[in-house]
C-alpha cells in the first residue's frame, strides 16, 4: 500500500500521509518534479525524504517513488471534499434520527466502484463515510478499501457498534482513517439502550470502542444530549475525559431530512443552545452530498435537484453550483426579511423547520424577538 499521496488542493499542492490529518505542502516546481519522476521507474527524492521524515517521523529514504507515493491528478472543478451515505438503513432506532425512514437500500458493490471513481475523478480528497449506520454495509470493507486506493483521506461516522467484528476493524486497522466518529447515546446501558431502542446496544457499543482504542484509531466522539440521557450528561462527559479522547456535543435536535416534526420533541431543553448566524458554506462549490443511489447534492438536507453521479459522471457535477444558488434563495415567507444578515440556519433547512411547523425560535430569529 502506498502510503502518501501528493495531490493538487485548489492552487496548493499537498503530500498527505494516509490515516493522518497533517500535510506538505509542495512548491508548484516539486509537485511537477515528483509528476515527472513518477513517468519512470524513479527512487523518492532526497528533499520529499526529509520532509516526509520532518513531519510523520517516517523513513522513506531508498524506496522506489510508486511503491510510497500515488499522484493525483486535478479534478475539472473545485470539488475536493465530499459525504457519502453508503447506505440509510440502522441497526439502532433513535427517535431523534434525522433521517426518518431508515431503508437498506442503494447501489450494488459495482454501482460502489464507479461512483468512488467518479469522486476521485472529480478530485475529491476528504470524503466522509456515513448512512444510516455505514458499518453495517455488506460493501463497506470493500469500498472503504477502494477509497484509500484510489487517494481519499477518509474518515466515518458511526455508532460503533459494529467495531467489535474483525471484518470491520481489520479493515480499519490496515487503512486507517484520518478520523473515526462515534456517536454515544449514553453512559449507562439502560439509558443508552433506551435512546438507541435496541436491548444490548451500550455492551456493543463499549466493546467496539474499547476494540478501536487498542488498535491506536483516531477516534472523536459526538455526545449527543436528548430528554432521555439528559440525566448523564455530566458522565458521558467524564467517560470522554477518562478516556483521553476529543469530544463535542449536540443537543439541537433537527425535523427529518422529509420535513417531519416527530424528531423535535427528543430535544432537552436546558441543553439547546443558539446556533451562529449562517454566513455561508461550501455546499455546491467545494462540497457535495452523495446519497446511497450515488445521486449528489448540495449537502444532506438540500437533497433536490440532485445528479446521478454513476449515469452522468464527473461533468453532470457542473450543474451543482447553479443548483446551490437556487436553493439558498429566501423563499417562503423569508423573503424580504429585516433581519435576514443573522438567520440563524441556511434556507435547505429552513424549508425542513418550517414543513416541519416547527417552532420559529428553534431556527429563526423571529422567534425571539
Not at 452523495?290 to 446521478?308: H, L, Q, T, Y
Request: one cysteine or more; hydrophobic letters at 40%.
Amino acid at each position: 500500500m502506498r502510503e502518501l499521496v501528493a495531490t493538487p488542493f485548489g492552487d496548493r499542492r499537498l503530500v498527505l500521509r494516509r490515516g493522518s490529518p497533517k500535510a506538505v505542502q509542495l512548491p508548484h516546481a516539486k509537485f511537477e518534479e515528483l509528476r515527472t519522476l513518477s513517468t519512470v521507474p524513479s527512487g523518492v527524492p532526497g528533499w520529499l525524504a526529509a520532509a516526509v521524515a520532518a513531519q510523520w517521523r517516517m523513513d522513506v529514504s531508498g524506496r522506489a517513488l510508486d511503491d510510497v507515493l500515488l499522484l493525483r491528478e486535478p479534478g475539472p472543478y473545485e470539488f475536493s471534499r465530499a459525504t457519502w451515505e453508503i447506505n440509510l438503513g440502522c441497526d439502532y432506532d433513535c427517535e431523534m434520527c434525522y433521517l426518518g425512514e431508515k431503508r437498506f437500500e442503494g447501489l450494488d458493490m459495482a454501482g460502489k466502484r464507479t461512483l468512488l471513481t467518479v469522486m476521485r475523478d472529480a478530485g475529491v480528497i476528504w470524503l466522509q463515510i456515513t448512512g444510516g449506520e455505514p458499518l453495517i454495509d455488506p460493501d463497506f470493507p470493500e469500498s472503504y478499501r477502494l477509497a484509500n486506493e484510489l487517494g481519499m483521506q477518509l474518515e466515518v461516522l458511526s455508532n460503533g457498534s459494529q467495531l467489535r467484528r474483525d471484518r470491520v476493524l481489520d479493515v480499519l486497522r490496515a487503512y486507517p482513517p484520518t478520523r473515526l466518529t462515534l456517536s454515544v447515546y449514553g453512559a449507562t446501558a439502560d439509558t443508552y439502550d433506551a435512546v438507541t431502542r435496541r436491548r444490548g446496544g451500550f455492551d456493543r457499543f463499549r466493546e467496539g470502542l474499547d476494540k478501536s482504542l487498542a488498535v491506536g484509531l483516531n477516534l472523536d466522539l459526538s455526545l449527543i444530549i436528548v430528554r432521555t440521557n439528559a440525566h448523564e450528561a455530566d458522565a458521558m462527559r467524564a467517560w470522554a475525559r477518562d478516556l483521553g479522547v476529543r469530544y463535542r456535543e449536540y443537543a439541537n435536535i433537527s425535523p427529518t431530512v422529509q420535513g417531519g416534526a416527530e424528531t423535535l420533541p427528543s430535544q432537552s431543553p436546558e441543553y439547546l443552545t443558539d446556533r451562529e448566524p449562517f454566513t455561508g458554506c461550501p455546499a455546491g462549490a467545494t462540497f457535495f452530498h452523495a446519497d446511497p443511489f450515488g445521486r449528489a447534492s448540495i449537502c444532506k438536507v438540500g437533497r433536490e435537484p440532485n445528479i446521478d453521479l454513476t449515469a452522468e459522471g464527473v461533468p453532470g457535477l457542473a450543474r451543482l453550483g447553479g443548483i446551490a444558488e437556487s436553493l439558498m434563495l429566501r423563499t417562503g415567507g423569508c423573503s424580504g426579511c429585516k433581519l435576514s444578515a443573522t438567520c440563524r440556519v441556511c434556507r435547505p433547512m429552513a424549508r425542513v423547520f418550517q414543513a416541519a411547523k416547527a417552532p420559529l425560535k428553534n431556527y429563526c430569529q423571529h422567534g425571539t424577538r
